[in-house]
């Protein structure tokens, strides 16, 4: 078995996060284990989680084929992952995509010869407000137009570590998958490396800049009770005396797209 | 050029969630505790759950995910007194297309979150809360669990938390790359181990969700927003936005303006306030078309620049206020590509369940790609109108709905740019070849 004891021990650790008799919950965090030994969700790999949990390794494997973030076959120590969803698309991401493409000779979800780099394209990654946006390893380069992210890949092929706009220096994609299967990042002051971009703090700012504040704000408003508070020193998380009624006829509307009303 | 914003616009700004972002090291506890933090959770114990959550019922807090479900409703659903462990889920998988304001919020101040997080969870009588966070959010959920793991060593998380007999345990839970994960019953199975697909309902969450139990899923800005109405309460809370959308929201513009980025406004803003906040347009740039709330959200068009953003303004313009991810796109941009590009990401995305969003996205993607390429007829645009008849409503969840949005406003405003492309006046600017994205 290629997986170490440390491996196992790390995997007793995940599993112990969810409640008694749900393990299944664990899986997710556990193929992300498995990428951080392996780089990708192996055959051995599956089998580990299957073991794990108590599992048929069909089982485990169709839920690693559903998720995009598990890899199929081995990738590079730096995943170049460009957004191409609409808007960072428009402006210079489908570009961007391509230029890289062509440069290292690989299409989507794969790996260059040496393998070093696997280049994918990517759907919205939440920072259309640095767009076009791509992360290496998952960390966030921002307004990448072709030249900037060709420039960014000959730095990662000549050994370097370019920063990222925001967010911790860069580690590798197995570094990165313990972090993504719940493990604290132990790098000496990693959590605070990264500063809030411009973009993210532009409304705060402009308030800021006007003295604009909302008026009206007491932080010792009281809250109007109805009910008796708890007793401080009841043994814990036993309901409260006073309950209502169970919702029981409740009917939630039917959950909406993120737009919304049915 | 870089336009001021007018005083009208300016009195729209309410930075209260995210004026802390201000201060570079708010993700560290001892900052977050100077600026306020876990004030509001020293007060929330020191009263009854249930006053909880009449106080988010009074305060009209509805939910930032885009559905905008009355948050203390939804809280009441949680039935009481029934034996079984109850649950608070996050939705932390921002994914929407065109949404990007949870994670800044957890990188700026993960300790709001997790202070909403509790208060909520005392307000449900639940002892466990999960983050489902966004894979790729790598960078937001390194804050996050380092934030966890600071509450815990001073006592706001695990056992009898300061003190009032309340326990409570969080796990900080990534997914894997899966849009459909932040449906939250897709989310739940996701949660579970299971591929990510929306369940049946009912039964709905609140009854039988995490582990069959009673469940509350809710968006990150919403559980923050909870610690500013335990202090503030109710009635400043609606002194910002209107009688049916009160609060504050934070509106991620993007796009073609000079500054995008996120502002936060009273509910009720209108575009051509938020752009002067944004700093206008950028030069040579010219409003075409934009959405309010992501891509699932009909997109509109200059005439809709003064309609308010809010849950009822947008409903009153034939579209939804959604996750307020306003995109905005000028006329250098095509939208016959933008509609094609978003419909190729709900193809993508699609989890496959049932058949009129699986095929349905998968044609709409062919022929909407033959049409760029420059062999379109006008029959494929009844056939798209009548793909997006067979999904929306017909779909086993809301993906399927939102993606007949970009297709049929599309259609609706610009039917012109279909046609210049149909009929031959407009050149092809796709070929196969060019073909990347969806596999
Ligand atoms: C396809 C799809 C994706 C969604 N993605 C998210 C998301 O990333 N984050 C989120 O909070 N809600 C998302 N939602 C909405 C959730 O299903 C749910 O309504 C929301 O989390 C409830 O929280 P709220 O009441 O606080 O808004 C999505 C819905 C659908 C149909
Ligand atoms: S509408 Fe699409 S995403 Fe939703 S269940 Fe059907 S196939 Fe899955
Ligand atoms: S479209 Fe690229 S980050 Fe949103």
């Known amino acids: 078995m290629p997986f170490s004891e440390q491996a196992r021990e790390r995997a007793r650790e995940i599993i112990a996060r969810y409640p008694e008799g749900r393990q299944r919950s664990a899986l997710l965090p556990l193929l992300h284990l498995v990428q951080s030994e392996q780089g990708y969700v192996s055959p051995e790999g599956i089998e580990f989680c299957a073991e794990q949990l108590g599992l048929t390794k069909a089982e485990v494997g169709a839920v690693a084929t559903f998720y995009t973030m598990y890899k199929r076959k081995p990738t590079g120590d730096w995943l170049v992952s460009v957004c191409t969803n609409t808007m960072c698309g428009v402006l210079g991401g489908e570009r961007t995509y391509q230029a890289l493409s062509e440069y290292l000779g690989v299409g989507h979800d794969e790996t260059t010869a040496d393998g070093k780099i696997t280049l994918e394209h990517a759907e919205c990654l939440a920072a259309c407000d640095y767009a076009p946006v791509l992360t290496v390893n998952y960390e966030f380069f921002d307004k990448m137009q072709a030249e900037d992210a060709l420039t960014l890949v000959k730095q990662l092929q000549a050994g370097e570590r370019p920063h990222p706009t925001r967010g911790a220096r860069l580690c590798t994609l197995k570094e990165m998958s313990l972090q993504l299967a719940g493990f604290a990042d132990e790098r000496d002051g990693a959590v605070g490396e990264g500063p809030a971009g411009e973009a993210t703090l532009a409304g705060a700012r402009l308030a800021e800049r006007y003295g604009i504040s909302v008026a009206g704000f007491d932080p010792d408003t009281p809250i109007s009770r109805k009910e008796t508070p708890p007793q401080p020193e009841s043994p814990g998380n036993v309901a409260p005396p006073t309950t209502p009624k169970p919702a029981v006829d409740a009917k939630p509307a039917r959950d909406t797209h993120p737009g919304g009303v049915a | ?439």
């Open chain 2, 1 to 439: 050029m870089v336009t001021a914003p007018s005083q009208e616009a300016l009195a729209k700004l309410t930075p209260v969630l995210t004026k802390r972002w201000l201060s570079p090291d708010a993700w560290r506890l001892d900052v977050y505790e100077r600026l306020d933090g876990y004030r509001a959770l020293r007060k929330a114990l020191s009263v009854h759950p249930d006053d909880l959550i009449q106080l988010v019922k009074d305060s009209g807090l509805r939910g930032r995910g885009g559905a905008g479900f009355p948050t203390g409703m939804k809280w009441g659903f949680i039935p009481q007194n029934d034996g079984k462990p109850h649950y608070l889920v996050v939705n932390a998988d921002e994914g929407e297309p065109g949404t990007c304001k949870d994670l800044p919020l957890m990188m700026a101040d993960p300790h709001s979150l997790i202070e909403g997080v509790i208060i909520a969870s005392y307000a449900i009588r639940c002892n466990r809360a999960f983050i489902y966070i966004r894979g790729e959010a790598v960078h937001a959920a390194r804050r996050l669990r380092n934030a966890v793991a600071e509450a815990y060593r001073a006592g706001y998380l695990g056992r009898n938390i300061l003190g009032s007999g309340f326990d409570l345990d969080i796990v900080v839970h990534s997914g894997a790359g899966a849009y459909i994960c932040g449906e939250e019953t897709a989310l739940l199975d996701s949660l579970e181990g299971f591929r990510g697909q929306p369940r049946l309902r009912p039964p709905f969450p609140a009854t039988h969700g995490l582990y069959s139990c009673p469940t509350v899923v809710n968006n990150v800005e919403t559980i923050a927003t909870v610690p500013y109405i335990v202090l503030g309460g109710a009635q400043w809370f609606r002194s910002m936005g209107t009688e049916k959308s009160p609060g504050p929201k934070i509106y991620s513009i993007s796009g073609r303006v000079n500054n995008p980025g996120q502002y936060e406004c009273s509910l009720g803003i209108t575009l051509r306030q938020l752009i002067e906040l944004a700093g206008g347009m950028q030069p040579g740039h010219e409003l075409k078309f934009w959405t309010p709330g992501g891509s699932s959200t009909p997109m509109l068009t200059a005439e809709h620049m003064d309609a308010p953003l809010d849950f009822e303004g947008m409903a009153g313009v034939g579209t939804m206020l959604g996750t307020t991810a306003v995109q905005v796109f000028s006329q250098q941009d095509d939208v016959v590509y933008a509609t094609y590009r978003w419909i190729k990401f709900y193809h993508h995305e699609s989890c496959g369940k049932c058949t009129p969003c699986r095929e349905g996205n998968y044609w709409m993607e062919q022929i909407l790609h033959r049409i760029l390429a420059g062999k379109g007829t006008h029959e494929d645009l009844d056939t798209l109108l009548d793909a997006c008849d067979n999904l929306l409503g017909r779909s086993f969840c809301a993906l399927g709905d939102g993606a007949t949005s970009p297709v049929t406003s599309s259609i609706k405003y610009f039917k012109q740019d279909y046609l210049d492309y149909i009929e031959g006046r407009k050149a092809p600017t796709m070929s196969p070849a060019e073909l990347v994205g969806a596999h």
